[in-house]
């Protein structure tokens, strides 16, 4: 019943129709994902439980049925290819984190965010490496050398933003939402960049030579991708604010911002750079830029499309995860009992604990030095929050390490085994348990205030997609003297804003395009706009 996707996929014949278990496999993973929608819809109201945990639930009882009318011998509709998530699953959910990110708050808390994505991503990373290799061998997983204990540090530093994200709201709480949001992407990045750094490194030879040239290729993947992200985002700006597709067909603007996208993503691994980190800042470039240069009806278009495509890429994969808890061949393989996964997969989540704890609060505490007096501060109970919302693992996680320990999704060696399966439970339990008690946690720390509900519902928001909350969160505190350090900081971080802002509107947007270059199109939604509003403009003067 098994059906090796990837494979199929990038078949160069396509899909045979005469194969007739591969049709059924995707007809009813198909009926799933659309189950899993519906039934998402359903429970819309229900803050507690969201489309992650729907797709995993739905896994797993979907996994249960196919386990029974196997007889115990499979769980799957499709294997697993680590090739067809990052070729194909990932560039679209990362893309569309980047392009629907809110700048202004994402901006605004830059410092922070980069603290808590690379800075405490590293921390994490140390003390989940160093944890590994002392617990690991006391519960006997078998052999494992350094590369695995360093690969372990930085499967289980990635954390899913995406499922913290649809328990928080951005209304309720805005500062907490961007710090979330941009530490999850940012973070997500880094781990990635720290695994492919610790697979070029040669472990066998470790000395101190060894460790500069792995943090001189770790800064080397995160700034070169960075850089061709931004330079992928700036060219598809200047091909469309230049040639006006729009005059012939909106069709060929949003054609061009998606391939423009994934070629940038493509290009970054032919390159053997960081994908995820390209795709990221080309989707920040592509919204800042491009999505200003095309029509109006192109905007709508993009913003849903990159978003359908998103959405639907985390529901196949968490889907999967949930089909794949059941894959009785793991079991068998890791252990006659389940004893062994479950124990290690409780020493990883506690590692992940004691690694976010260390660096959630020391970091909180320099960045409340960076801010000014009239910027909203973290509370401690926004950092118990940000602490609790990070625990989750998904994705990235599961992709890394399928990559690491299997292949093709098929696993031999029996520490292969044990890995995969404590990520399933690491995956399962954090997005389940953690995510279910997200929302009521956040309740009780930082109850919803109506009146501020009520002021951001009374605004008029002209631009959905970049538009940002101006308003503050909660528990800001008084305002207290800034000594040397925290006045230090904050004239820094306003002046490299302020500078920022003064090259992007004299130099960047001339060329670009951007906010305020509209594109005027004969017969667009954008002219028929203009002349509505000049024609309302000359009736009110003309009735006054």
């Known amino acids: 019943m098994g059906l090796d996707l990837g494979a199929l996929v ?11 278990d ?46 029974l009318v196997s007889g115990g011998k499979n769980s799957h509709i499709l294997v697993f290819s680590e090739d067809l998530f990052f070729i194909y699953l990932l560039p679209p ?7 629907q990110v809110k700048k202004k708050q994402f901006f605004r808390n830059f410092m922070t965010i980069i603290l808590f994505g690379a800075v405490g991503t590293l921390i994490s990373f140390v003390i989940i490496s160093l944890g590994a290799m002392t617990l690991f061998k006391k519960l006997d997983v078998g052999p494992l050398q350094l590369g695995d204990y360093l690969a372990i540090g930085a499967i289980f530093s990635a954390t899913d933003s995406v499922c913290t994200l649809q328990v928080l709201n951005q209304d309720e709480t805005p500062l907490l939402y961007s710090l979330v949001f941009g530490e999850g992407v940012v973070n997500d990045a880094t781990s990635v960049v720290l695994f492919n750094a610790i697979e070029d490194i040669d472990i066998a030879n470790f000395d101190s030579l060894v460790l500069l040239a792995f943090i001189g290729n770790f800064l080397y993947l995160f700034f070169t991708s960075t850089l061709l992200g931004v330079v992928a985002g700036l060219l598809s700006a200047y091909i469309i604010k230049k040639l006006c597709f729009a005059r012939h067909s909106t069709d060929r603007e949003v054609a061009i911002m998606i391939l423009m996208a994934y070629l940038s ?14 795709v990221f800042f080309s989707g920040i470039v592509m919204s ?43 079991w068998k393989l890791a252990s006659s009992s389940p004893k062994k996964p479950i124990a290690l997969s409780a020493t990883i989540l506690g590692l992940v604990m004691v690694g976010r704890a260390a660096f959630v609060f020391p970091l909180s505490f320099l960045s409340n030095l960076s801010k000014k007096e009239t910027r909203p501060k973290i509370s ?28 093709s999704g098929h696993t031999e060696l029996r520490i292969n085994a044990i890995m995969i399966t404590s990520t399933v439970i690491v995956v399962l339990f954090s997005t389940m348990v953690f ?20 002021d951001l519902s009374s605004q008029s928001i002209i631009d959905p997609l970049l538009g940002s909350l101006l308003g503050s969160d909660f528990d800001v505190g008084q305002p207290s003297p800034q000594n040397n350090l ?38 667009s939604p954008v002219e028929r706009s203009i002349h509505g509003s000049q024609l309302g403009t000359v009736t009110e003067a003309e009735h006054s």
Request: net charge positive.
């Open 288 to 330: 800042h830029y491009t999505w200003h240069n095309v029509t109006e009806s192109s905007r709508i278009t993009t913003k849903h499309t990159f978003a359908t495509l998103s959405f639907i890429a985390e529901i196949f994969l968490f889907l999967y995860v949930g089909m794949d808890a059941l894959d009785i061949e793991k």
């Open 10 to 20: 990038l078949k160069s014949g396509g899909l045979l129709v005469s194969d007739y």
């Open 380 to 407: 401690f109970k926004q950092q118990v929050i940000i602490w609790w919302a990070g625990l989750m693992r998904g994705a990235v996680s599961i992709a890394l390490a399928y990559h690491k320990f299997t292949a």
């Open 435 to 454: 995510g279910f008690f997200t929302k009521p946690l956040l309740n009780l720390l930082i109850p919803p205030r109506p009146d501020i509900a009520a």
């Open 265 to 278: 993503y493509m290009l970054s691994m032919l390159l053997d750079l960081s994908g995820i980190l390209t």
């Open 93 to 99: 959910i990362i893309f569309n984190a980047g392009f």
């Open 486 to 523: 925290q006045l230090l900081l904050t004239i820094q971080t306003r002046s490299v804003h302020r500078v920022w802002r003064k090259f992007d509107d004299r130099f960047m947007r001339p060329m670009f395009g951007g906010r305020g270059f509209v594109p005027f199109v004969p017969g």
């Open 22 to 67: 591969s049709i059924v496999a995707i007809n009813i993973f198909v009926a799933l994902l659309c189950s899993c929608i519906v039934i998402g819809h359903l429970l819309e109201g229900n803050r507690w439980v969201n489309e992650s945990i729907t797709a995993l639930v739905m896994g797993l009882i979907t996994g249960g049925v196919i386990l």
